[in-house]
Every structure is written in structure tokens, then in C-alpha cells.
């Protein structure tokens, strides 16, 4: 007596364990115990530049010199882990660094301290994004967003640290385009190329690449053709803000790069191409380590200013992340078992 296969909808086979879809060479270092004594160095490393640095925020009667060596210093580490994190060449991107922090602290011309505090910020805010993991939870989610934070924010007292003489604009602007372009490269070396994007995924890019052009449009045209009333208007909003919550919200951190980062690393828990979404990431990051390069910046304001940035960008992604992370429909949702896309470990080479 013959038996008939059971009834029922076909499930995905979810009894092998999924694999990392990118090729990671092979460990330089074979032994365990040597890579976690390298890791416990890069960190308090780490430590020890961002104490350094906040003294050029915070008061203390730590020494001035202490400033730009702890700048140097962190922006070596930075190097090293964005180097470490995206696959590169230790021996290439680790002495060119090293060089520049130890003449931008010798010889201390503008030039060199505007490059130097140029790249920390470019190095902070494109790692503080590759560092994430993927998150499937709430929780998970609100651990990576809080990393990102703390990472980009070292980053932002490293630039404050150089002191460098810098139009505040034109760095911003500088910054971001660089940090943009190098998290497309090191994207696309990822093997997340725009061929793997679905329609939902592409519509979630152009909808962010639209709102980041409509955002730096207007607020160029209203600074350079606006009305008077507009413009008085404006003013006097961030000012009425200033002196009632003495901070105000960044919009390009609140709709843009905060967000973006909330996707991005839920959707990277389920497919690969959740990366194109943590590009824009990078704005957010980007424009957070430069917040303190003007020596005129007020701390407290800036802090605070982070501080309301952070919790609307947080709730505005977890609004987006609602609809980018629900099934199509609830018949593809019974169809097919969850699967959770696996990533090396945190301090591990992506590729």
C-alpha cells in the first residue's frame, strides 16, 4: 500500500543552517587568543583617544597638547577598523594614516589639520555604519542604532579635537560627499550591486535619494532666494527652539540618516542588498562628526541638538521600518519560513 504525500503548502527547507553569501578570505592571524588581545588593544586604544579628545569639550585642566595626539590617535584607529571591517590592505591604508595624523601634529598647518580632521570624519561616520550587525528584534535594532551612535560621536569629538581652521559648510558638504562615496564603493565591493534590488528596496532608495535632493534644494534656495518673511520665519523657529529646548533637531539625521540606519540593518537580516539603505546612513553619521569641527560651537547645544535627533529619527524609523520589514501578503507569509541572513561577527572582515 502506497502512502501519499501529506497535504499542504510546500515550506522552505529551513533544516541547513544559512551560509554568508559574500567570499571572506582567509584569517590572517590563525590564533584565537592573539586576535582577541589585538581586539582588547584596538579598544582601549580607542578609550584612551576618546578621554583624550574630550578635553578639548570638556573642561578638565587636562593639558592642551593632549588634544591633537588623541585626534591622531583615534583616527588611526578608525582606519584600522574601517580597514579591517571592509577587507582592505592593512599595509596600505594603515601607514598612510599613521602619517598624516603624526605631520598634522608636528608641523600643525591648516592644510594639515583641515585634512586630517577631514578624514577622522570620514573614517568615523563610514565605520560607524559597516560596524552594525544585522537586526531581526526591536532590541536588536535599538543596540545597533545606540553603537552607531556612540561610534559616530567619538568621531565628532576627534574632529573637535584637530581644532583645525575650517569653513563649517564646506567641510560639512566635503565630508559627506567623500563618506557617501566611499560607502557606495565598499557596498558595491560587498557584492550588494543594484541587481539583487527588488522593487520594494528600489522604490525605499529613490523615495530617500528624492527626499535628501528635495531637502538640500530648499534649504539652498530658501537661504539664498527666500522671501524675508520666510526666512525671518525660520529664524525665528530655530530661535524660539534654542532658547525653550536649547537644541535643535537636525533634518537631515531625522528623516534621512537615522532612519536609514533603522532599516537598513533589519533589512540586511533578511537579504543583502539592506546595505543600499545603510548608504544613506552615512549622511546621518557623516554630519554628526562634524558637528563640533567649528571651534565656535557650543557643546551643550550640539549635545542636545543630537540628543532630539536621535529620539525623532528613532521614532521616525521604527514608523518606517513598520512598513519596509511587513510580508507582501499574508499567503507569502504563510508560505515561506522566516530565514535570518547571518553576517560574520561584529569585528570580523566582511569580505
Not at 19 to 32: G, H, W
Not at 131 to 146: C, K, M
Amino acid at each position: 500500500m502506497t502512502q501519499t504525500a501529506q497535504g499542504g503548502r510546500r515550506r522552505l527547507d529551513a533544516s541547513v543552517p544559512p551560509e554568508y553569501d559574500v567570499p571572506t578570505r582567509q584569517p590572517r592571524i590563525e590564533s584565537a587568543r592573539t586576535v582577541r588581545l589585538i581586539m582588547v588593544g584596538v579598544f582601549g586604544l580607542w578609550v584612551v583617544g576618546v578621554a583624550g579628545a574630550l578635553t578639548s569639550v570638556v573642561a578638565v585642566g587636562a593639558p592642551s597638547w593632549l588634544q591633537r595626539p588623541s585626534a591622531a590617535l583615534l583616527m588611526v584607529v578608525f582606519a584600522v577598523g574601517l580597514t579591517h571591517r571592509g577587507g582592505g590592505h592593512m599595509r596600505i591604508w594603515l601607514p598612510i594614516t599613521a602619517a598624516l595624523g603624526v605631520a598634522a601634529v608636528v608641523v600643525e598647518t591648516n592644510v594639515l589639520l583641515a585634512s586630517a580632521a577631514a578624514l577622522t570624519a570620514i573614517l568615523s561616520a563610514v565605520w560607524a555604519v559597516l560596524v552594525t550587525r544585522p537586526a531581526d528584534s526591536l532590541v536588536a535594532v535599538l543596540r545597533e542604532f545606540g553603537l552607531t551612535i556612540v561610534v559616530a560621536l567619538s568621531g565628532t569629538v576627534a574632529v573637535a579635537a584637530w581644532n583645525a581652521p575650517v569653513n563649517y559648510q564646506r567641510f560639512n558638504l566635503m565630508v559627506i560627499a567623500i563618506a557617501l562615496g566611499l560607502a557606495i564603493t565598499l557596498v558595491w565591493n560587498l557584492g550588494a550591486g543594484l541587481h539583487g534590488l527588488g522593487k520594494q528596496n528600489l522604490a525605499i532608495l529613490a523615495g530617500a535619494a528624492v527626499l535628501l535632493l528635495l531637502l538640500l534644494a530648499y534649504s539652498s534656495f530658501v537661504r539664498s532666494h527666500g522671501s524675508d518673511i520666510l526666512v525671518d520665519t525660520f529664524s525665528d523657529l530655530v530661535g524660539w527652539m534654542r532658547r525653550t529646548f536649547e537644541g535643535v533637531p537636525r533634518p537631515v539625521e531625522v528623516f534621512i540618516g537615522f532612519p536609514a540606519l533603522i532599516v537598513g540593518v533589519s533589512l540586511r537580516s533578511k537579504r543583502r542588498d539592506g546595505w543600499w539603505v545603510l548608504v544613506f546612513a552615512v549622511i546621518g553619521t557623516a554630519v554628526l562628526s562634524t558637528s563640533l569641527v567649528t571651534p565656535g560651537a557650543f557643546p551643550t547645544y550640539i549635545a542636545l541638538s543630537t540628543l532630539y535627533s536621535a529620539v525623532l529619527g528613532l521614532g521616525v524609523g521604527l514608523l518606517a521600518r513598520h512598513y519596509a520589514m511587513r510580508q507582501g501578503s499574508a499567503r507569502a507569509a504563510r508560505a515561506i519560513e522566516e530565514v535570518v541572513r547571518v553576517e560574520p561577527p561584529r569585528f570580523a572582515p566582511l569580505k
